[in-house]
């Protein structure tokens, strides 16, 4: 099992949709966690911290659930520059890799 | 501001053939520098980072190799490539505590071996 896991996708959603991705952890001790957002053969760009109350910035909104260990990103009124892959991470702080990627769930906004 | 410069942004090598990937970084001092390499479908794998000049910490034995002879600069090498080479690799940078969260990637390099 992985230690970080994401649905790949891909999520082909309309212009304006509302769309959430899932991820879950394995590891109980992680201790903070991220969004990137990864363009086709670009790098990875933060996109937001992921905190326990929950938090937003502008059409995203990101939620942390430690029992469950899932994280979740929710992307509103989708725009066609929302297409991207999405990178869940998670930083358990031990160990020689302390940030752990997933795979990425890719997104696909069409008109 | 700072930025991270990475090159080339695409490389087609032969098996056998050697490599090198600069990376450099503008506008801070004493960064923690890492190399990371994306394989298709999995995700980004540590390969190498360094907390200073000469300092480099890796964990798993492989075949490529990684140097940092000045501050704001990182090298990735290898003597012989191997296929399972192939890859995306990016170099990335932060600050701070070598568990501080946030990573600066640059751009990339798609390296083919064939």
């Known amino acids: 099992r992985k230690e970080v896991e994401q649905d790949p996708g891909p999520f082909n959603v309309p212009e304006g949709a509302t769309v959430a991705f899932n991820c879950t952890y394995s590891?109980?001790?992680?201790?903070?966690f991220f969004w990137y957002r990864q363009d086709c053969r670009k790098e990875p760009k933060l996109l937001m911290s992921?905190?326990?109350s929950g938090n937003e910035d502008g059409r995203f909104t990101a939620q942390l659930n430690r029992a469950s260990q899932y994280i979740s990103l929710l992307i509103r009124d989708s725009k066609l520059s929302d297409s991207a892959t999405y990178l869940c991470v998670v930083n358990r702080n031990t160990g020689f890799q302390k940030l752990v990627f997933g795979t990425g769930t890719r997104l696909l906004v069409s008109p | 501001s700072q930025t991270i410069h990475q090159w080339p942004a695409t490389l087609v090598q032969p098996v056998g053939s050697p490599l090198s990937l600069e990376c450099t970084v503008e506008g801070t001092s004493n960064p923690n520098l890492y190399w990371y390499r994306q394989a298709a479908g999995r995700g980004l794998q540590l390969l190498f980072y360094s907390v200073g000049i000469g300092q480099i910490s890796s964990e798993v034995p492989q075949n490529l190799s990684a140097s940092r002879p000045q501050d704001r600069q990182f090298i990735l090498s290898s003597k012989k490539l191997l296929l399972s080479d192939s890859g995306f690799y990016l170099c990335?940078?932060?600050?701070?505590?070598?568990?501080?969260?946030?990573?600066?990637f640059g751009s990339g390099t798609q390296l083919s071996v064939l």
């Open positions: 590891n109980s001790a992680s201790q903070s």
């Open positions: 992921v905190y326990s």
């Open positions: 990335a940078w932060n600050v701070g505590a070598v568990t501080s969260e946030k990573l600066f």
